[in-house]
């Protein structure tokens, strides 16, 4: 089974600190995303990297950055957090370039920021 | 661009009765992919069922069924013979063209199952 493994569950940051949300998958795939979760929004998507050293923005890419310099992992980046980015993050993965390919999710990061 | 809508922010259904959870979609590629995902309220997303468009029969997984009318552009889930256990959230998505490998899903129904 695909495992994506995202380093906290929960987290509290205070307003203005730079915050790092990690994301790591075992299965070689090609395509790595930032979700973001809020109630009555869905999931929006903030970044999507489909190979090592690439980026692209999502539709809410606004306060955040990505980076992505090995294949199994991709990191979100807050560069200065702030109360409106308190929220659910979730990473997933895919491989192949087919309109079947589903993603695989983490477990989310629950982030509060103060 | 695509866009999924689901209108119900809510639903409930008794034990071992049948449930549709709508879905309906904009797009203007010719090929793309419709998914649905469960998220339990431990948070993790557990993908259910697919259907591509070119699909010639609607999908199955067992008790999920995906109801896919092409002309509406309606892709509704349905459940039958509830669980409790299905109690969940519940999120539509599709994926457009070969290549572009986002989903981008709806805002979710919350279904409540009661014994």
């Known amino acids: 089974d695909v495992k994506v493994t995202q380093s906290s569950r929960y987290l509290v940051k205070r307003t203005g600190e730079k915050v790092f949300l990690e994301c790591v998958q075992d299965?070689?795939?090609?395509?790595m995303f930032w979700y973001r979760q809020d109630p009555g929004l869905g999931l929006r998507l903030i970044y999507f990297s489909y190979d090592v050293k690439m980026k692209e923005k999502g539709d809410i890419p606004e306060g955040y950055s990505v980076s992505r310099e090995k294949k199994e992992r991709f990191s979100l980046i807050l560069e200065s957090a702030s109360t409106n980015q308190t929220s659910m993050y979730l990473c997933?993965?895919?491989?192949?370039?087919?309109?079947?390919?589903?993603?695989?999710f983490g477990n989310g990061t629950r982030l509060t920021v103060t | 661009a695509q866009k999924i809508t689901q209108t119900q922010p809510g639903m409930f259904v008794q034990e071992k009765e049948a449930v549709t959870l709508d879905c309906t979609y904009d797009?203007?590629?010719?090929?793309?992919?419709l998914f649905w995902y469960k998220q339990p309220s431990s948070g993790e997303m557990i993908f259910l069922i697919y259907?591509?468009?070119?699909?010639?029969q609607n999908a199955t997984e067992g008790r999920y069924s995906l109801n896919f009318q092409k002309a509406r552009k309606s892709a509704n889930l349905v459940i039958s013979a509830s669980q409790l256990g299905d109690s969940a959230m519940y999120f539509c998505?599709?994926?457009?063209?070969?290549?572009?490998?986002?989903?981008?899903f709806g805002t979710g129904t919350r279904l409540l199952v009661s014994p």
């Open positions: 259907q591509g468009s070119y699909d010639q």
């Open positions: 299965m070689d795939h090609e395509n």
């Open positions: 797009t203007s590629d010719p090929s793309y992919g």
């Open positions: 997933a993965s895919t491989g192949g370039d087919s309109t079947y390919s589903p993603l695989h």
């Open positions: 998505a599709m994926r457009g063209q070969p290549g572009f490998q986002k989903l981008v």
